[in-house]
Structure formats: C-alpha cells, structure tokens
C-alpha cells in the first residue's frame, strides 16, 4: 500500500521569504500523480500543484515549485516570496495512476504541515 | 473553471433529524467523492461515485446515504447521526477515476447536538 509522510507538522516564514516544505511517499508503482494542496482557515481545499510522475521537469505555478526526486521517493513544495495568504495546512498527496478503479485509485493525503507567514 | 458548490455551507443538527448536503459541478466530470475531515486531520475517503455508480464505500456507517441524481450532482443524505459525525464534509469531482486531480468545493460545516 502506498504511503504519503510530512515530517514537519508545523513551519514559519518571514513574509517575502522562502521556505520549503517536505513530503515523502513509498509505493511500487512507476505510473502515478502528486499534488499539493492548500487548505486555508477558510477551509477549502485548493489545488496548488500537480507532478506526474513520469516526467522529469519540475512542475511550476507562479511562485509555487517542486522538486520531485522520484528515485528518492520525494516531493517537496518551494513558496517563494511568500504572503500572508500562503498560510494555510499544505497536504502532500498520492494518486495511482494504474489500474482501473477501485481502492488503488484513492487520493491518499500525507497528515499536512501548518503553515504561518509572519509579517 | 475548476468550481464544486456545496450547500449548506453550516449545517446544525439533533441525533434525530434528517438532512442532506448538496454538491454540484458543472466540469462535465464523471467521478464525485465525499470525505469526510476531522479538525487538524488530512480528509478521509468515504464514497466514490464514477459514471453514476457507486464504485466505493470506505466502511461508512448507514446513517450516511450518498445519492448521485446525474452526472453534476451528488448528495449525501444524513440521518440519526451521532455527535461524533460532527465534521467538515467535503466534496469534490474528477475527470476521470485514476489518476485525474480531484477538485474540492468549500465544504459544509456539520455539527450534530
């Protein structure tokens, strides 16, 4: 069964600062996504990026990165120039992307990192 | 557009009542779930509906019944709960069922007295 660990339950960034946040993932499948998700006070969660695992390139979103490590089995998220809107529970998560269905096919979520930005 | 409505967006409810939350997209997708997240936790899988059809039902007690009229829209209806099932309740669609991004609507707030 695959699992998705964030090691840091809480993190703090000056504002305008980086700060990069830290995922994890076993499996033994070679074909599968990743996503991190934000999910501010406001409770909604909001897709903030999406790897496919197989490709190579780093996937961007304005100042959102990753980098993906798929030997290493890891997936970290960069925030540059962070805002006080950044702060929110950040959720690193797995999607299969084999098979046809049924369980293998759930999102399964690492248990999220509190992110605060301070001004 | 990435939009999934829900209503209520709060929802208070006695052990004895019977209410239903809503949710709708209209992305053409043809996977609905709901999850179901406890204060602080990452949302928990409870059913999968894909082309219609129930495809998954994580072990959740019958007191939740999920229904998908059509395509754009999934309920989920709530009877004799217990406190509990007090919990954000959460629903999102996907174009496909493996490996396509799931899209979450706001939620709704439930707390059962």
């Known amino acids: 069964a695959q699992t998705v660990t964030q090691s840091q339950p809480e993190m703090s960034v000056q504002e305008a600062e980086t700060v990069t946040l830290s995922c994890t993932y076993d499996?033994?499948?070679?074909?599968?996504?990743l996503f991190w998700y934000k999910q501010p006070p406001s409770r909604q969660m909001i897709l903030v990026i999406r790897?496919?695992?197989?490709?190579?390139q780093n996937a961007t979103e304005n100042r959102f990165s990753v980098n993906f490590q798929k030997a290493a089995k890891s997936f970290s998220l960069k925030i540059s120039d962070s805002q006080l809107g950044d702060a929110a529970m950040y959720f690193c998560?797995?999607?299969?992307?084999?098979?046809?269905?049924?369980?293998?096919?759930?999102?399964?979520f690492g248990k999220g990192t509190k992110l605060s930005v301070k001004p | 557009d990435t939009e999934v409505t829900q209503t209520p967006k709060h929802l208070v409810m006695g052990m004895t009542n019977k209410k239903s939350l809503k949710c709708e997209q209209h992305?053409?997708?043809?996977?609905m779930y709901w999850y179901k997240q406890k204060a602080k936790k990452p949302p928990e899988l409870m059913f999968v509906?894909?082309?219609?059809?129930?495809?998954i039902n994580e072990s959740v007690p019958s007191r939740f019944s999920p229904e998908c009229p059509n395509s754009s829209l999934l309920n989920l209806h709530l009877h004799a709960l217990q406190p509990e099932d007090s919990a954000l309740y959460l629903c999102?669609?996907?174009?496909?069922?493996?490996?396509?991004?799931?899209?979450f609507g706001p939620g709704t707030r439930l707390l059962v007295l």
């Open positions: 999102a669609s996907s174009q496909g069922w493996v490996g396509e991004t799931q899209y």
């Open positions: 499996t033994s499948e070679s074909d599968y996504y």
């Open positions: 790897q496919e695992a197989y490709k190579q």
């Open positions: 998560a797995y999607r299969s992307a084999e098979g046809y269905g049924g369980s293998q096919g759930n999102l399964i």
């Open positions: 992305m053409g997708h043809r996977a």
């Open positions: 509906y894909s082309y219609e059809k129930l495809s």
